[in-house]
Structures are given as C-alpha cells and as structure tokens.
C-alpha cells in the first residue's frame, strides 16, 4: 500500500497514544461521566509571597515579592467522584509546605528557589507530574518580571525529585 493510501484511522498501533485504561462512571442523578484513571490537574495561581532571592547586596538583605504558579497531575480515583476527601489530592497542605519554605528560605538563585518548590509539589501522594513557575517580578528594568519553569515526570529516570536536593 502506497504511503497517500493511508487513512489517519489505518495509522499501525505503535503509533497510537497509550494511555491508562479509564473507568467511566457517573453520579447518580447527575449526567456527568467522568474517565477514572486519567489524570486530574489542579493549579495553584499567582501564589504571592515574600522571600530573599538574588545574589546582589542589596537582594541578601531585602525581602522580594515573588509569584509561584504550581500545577500538579494525579490520577483520578473512584472515591473521588463519590466526594471522599482521603482519596482526593489535598492541595492545602502541599501549599502551605510551599508558602513556609519560600518565605523563610534565602536563595542565591530562581533556579534553586523553583527547584525546591517543585521537589515538595511533587512529593505529595499520587503525584505523576508536576510544574512550578516562580517569577521575580521588576528583576529587569524594563520587563514585567523574569520567571523560572521546572518539571517533574513520574517514570522519567532525569527528572526525578530526588535529583533536585
């Protein structure tokens, strides 16, 4: 068969996605269906704090506003959709990890700053992805802000957690 005689549909299956089987369910009275076992996201936004972060005289002595932007992928369960809060991700105490760690650290550099922040976002039970974003807003004079976006994968042997201490 010739390459243009391919349908997108006939495409070989070693190129499909892969993804987890779904379980679909839906809540009584509701007709909301909703695929266990895909990933759910929650986002942390414009997270403001307040922290020493720079290497210049006056930034070791002078706290700076920062801006902390925090998503984190974990799968769904069935007890999740049945609203039993153990079995959801409890977004509340990973940011309060976060709040008290930037506001009472001292870092040289935004890198070990997002770093840290994404090793304590990812360290929270059923965590398969995570990304963090912290900004230092007025670090150039004539741009908003400069910011630094890190990752962690689960499975990805580069991007652990561990290798961010």
Do not use: W
């Not at 002595?61 to 991700?89: C, F, M, P, T």
């Not at 400069?146 to 991007?159: K, N, P």
Request: proline share 6%; hydrophobic share 35%.
């Amino acid at each position: 068969m010739n390459h243009s005689e391919i349908h997108p549909t006939d495409t070989p299956a070693r190129h499909q996605p892969v993804f987890p089987p779904a379980v679909h369910t839906q809540r009584p009275g509701r007709g909301v269906a909703v695929a266990l076992g895909r990933e759910a996201i929650i986002n942390v936004r414009n997270l403001r704090l307040r922290t020493f972060v720079g290497f210049n005289p006056e930034e070791r002595h002078k706290k700076q506003d920062v801006i902390v932007n925090i998503e984190v992928g974990y799968l769904l369960s069935s007890g999740v959709v049945e609203d039993r809060v153990e079995d959801a991700l409890d977004y509340e105490p990973m940011t309060k990890k976060v709040i008290e760690h930037v506001e009472n650290g001292r870092f040289l550099l935004l890198e070990r700053l997002a770093a840290e922040v994404l090793q304590i976002c990812s360290g929270s039970r059923n965590v398969n992805r995570a990304r963090v974003s912290v900004e230092k807003p007025h670090a150039l004079r004539f741009a908003d802000s400069v910011s630094m976006t890190l990752e962690y994968h689960a499975g990805d042997a580069h991007h652990g957690p561990e290798e961010l201490r």
